[in-house]
């Protein structure tokens, strides 16, 4: 066999071997297929849709997006897996019941899902002013959170505060109002 043939083969062969792989993933990726719901990592299913809907109650849907529309329950979940202790997971899960079934007694409702702002507002309300804190020891805790994972999101940080990817110029005392229209500063 001459080898200008050998070499010919050799690499169509390895051209095949390298495009196959990219020719099926392009076809896969063509289909119409559903995105998989978020399954919470340290909590139930039900336990994250209280979340979710608590972090709403935390930081509604105003001129800016909904906590919730920033996946900041998502955050929360994960965050409470990967670094709280024990009995902080544990108190942040008597929290949720604790106030999934004050939230029932108001409202007279039997499902979490069934919940809403509405409902929940007032019971998030007295567990952070601290009128229930011995049954609900992480309320506290869960606003900071929130507010912590909303202030951390990439579209909060670029689109809310004021951001510069490059810093500027060094002002030491200029009118916060004339240099980011009044907006803080993104972290």
């Known amino acids: 066999m001459d080898r200008r043939k050998v070499l010919i083969q050799m690499g169509l062969s390895m051209g095949y071997v390298v495009a196959a792989p990219t020719f099926a993933g392009l076809l ?21 849709s209280l979340l979710k809907t608590i972090v709403d109650v935390v930081l509604p849907k105003t001129e800016t997006p909904s906590a919730s529309e920033l ?19 544990e108190a942040f899960k008597t929290t949720l019941t604790n106030l999934a079934a004050k939230a029932f007694v108001a409202s007279d409702k039997t499902e979490i899902s069934t919940l809403t702002i509405n409902d929940l507002t007032p019971i998030m ?19 900071d959170l929130v507010v912590w ?12 505060l004021a951001y510069l990817p490059v810093p500027g110029e060094y ?4 009118d ?11 972290e």
């Open 149 to 160: 994972g909303y202030k951390c999101n990439e579209y909060v940080g670029e689109e809310v």
């Open 71 to 89: 996946d900041v329950h998502k955050f929360i979940d994960f965050f409470a897996a990967e670094c709280l202790g024990n009995k902080q997971q």
């Open 171 to 174: 002002i030491p005392c200029g």
């Open 176 to 186: 916060l109002n004339e240099l980011t229209d009044g907006r803080a500063w993104s």
């Open 28 to 48: 896969q990726s063509c289909k119409d297929e559903k995105t998989v719901a978020w399954v919470p990592t340290l909590l139930s299913e039900e336990e994250g």
């Open 125 to 143: 309300k007295d567990a952070v002013t601290g009128k229930d804190s011995d049954e609900l020891p992480f309320a506290k805790k869960l606003r």
